[in-house]
């Protein structure tokens, strides 16, 4: 990270989420630290009653509901989630567990991340996600895994990989031992990527992204 810290301005986001919120309690406890220069000016769920929700309003993080099913299109559920990024406006849309498809608008091109529980290209795209992945891996046979943060697109997991955090598959893991594993990788690697981009160090030159050295 930066040596420079106090030169750097807070990187507003607006946190997309499905469910039980680990990802955004991460996001937070590093934040608490001092780790991660991050305000996180919104918190959108597709679902209602979530523990994620719930994460939002202990920390002071405004939390709304907006599901799918309300909207008769992808592009308007779409255009509803940012229409509220941008009446407070957020830098950075960090999808963490958001598991409804959402059609990314031209001016938030590189202006919206992900994670993933596998290397992509690796066991992703349309129905790979949550269990499904770890299940996947450890029936093929892979000998590793691991997690990518990457930029999102309009299609499934396919945009610009910012970085990647391996780990082993063991002989003996199962689907849920192999997932506790990489969820330890994908805490490190995702408030790392956000910081990086905070401090303006992230370059997206095609489909390749550039970290740059430290000032």
Not at 44 to 49: D, L, N, P, R, T
Not at 87 to 115: Q, S, W
């Amino acid at each position: 990270m930066s040596a420079d810290r106090e030169s750097i301005k807070p990187l507003r986001i607006a946190v997309l989420l499905s469910g039980g919120g680990t990802t955004l309690r991460n996001v937070l406890d590093w934040i608490d630290a001092g780790r991660l220069d991050v305000e996180v000016g919104l918190v959108v769920s597709s679902k209602e009653g979530v523990a994620g929700l719930q994460y939002a309003d202990r920390a002071g993080c405004p939390g709304v509901v907006i599901r799918r099913e309300d909207y008769p299109s992808t592009d308007a559920f779409s255009r509803e989630i940012f229409d509220r990024c941008n009446e407070i406006g957020v830098d950075l849309v960090v999808m963490a567990g958001f598991l409804k498809r959402i059609a990314v608008p031209e001016d938030y091109v590189g202006r919206v991340t992900n994670i993933h529980p596998s290397l992509i290209p690796a066991f992703c795209g349309k129905g790979y996600y949550g269990k499904r992945v770890h299940r996947a891996v450890v029936e093929y046979g892979a000998k590793v895994s691991g997690c990518t943060v990457h930029y999102a697109d309009n299609e499934y997991d396919h945009g610009p990989v910012i970085l990647q955090r391996v780990v082993p598959v063991l002989d003996n893991d199962t689907a849920d031992v192999l997932a506790a594993r990489v969820f330890e990788a994908e805490c490190e690697a995702y408030p790392t990527a956000l910081q990086l981009i905070a401090e303006g160090r992230v370059e997206i030159i095609g489909r390749r992204v550039r970290i740059r050295d430290e000032a």
